[in-house]
Nanobody, 112 residues
């Protein structure tokens, strides 16, 4: 059984940077085909970024050019580098893996 554990969330000022990590453990073949979603208060959970097995990356339009998803297969870890963050990036960020596997979430708050 695969487990995902996120870390790296916290409070950051607008324009600042933050890096989220998602460590996968258990019976995982590859850290690819994983991604990130987020859920802001009172809103639906939305897709943020995904990385396929071929290494192709996808982003929601609102984070393109600011966020970067990457992975370290040796460490079974996926990262989300968040640059130039905005107040609207405030949300709980969830790691996702193919097969409907979710992490517990990590809070990101963008505020001055």
């Amino acid at each position: 059984q695969v487990q995902l554990v996120e870390s790296g969330g916290g409070l950051v000022q607008p324009g600042g940077s933050l890096r989220l990590s998602c460590a996968a453990s258990g019976n995982i073949f590859s850290i690819y085909n994983m991604g990130w979603y987020r859920q802001a208060p009172g809103k639906e959970r939305e897709f943020v970024a995904r990385m396929t097995r071929s290494g192709t990356t996808y982003y929601v339009d609102s984070v393109k050019g600011r966020f970067t998803i990457s992975g370290d297969n040796a460490k079974n870890t996926v990262y989300l580098q968040m640059n130039n963050v905005k107040s609207e990036d405030t949300a709980v960020y969830y790691c996702w893996a193919a097969g409907g596997i979710w992490g517990q979430g990590t809070q990101v708050t963008v505020s001055s």
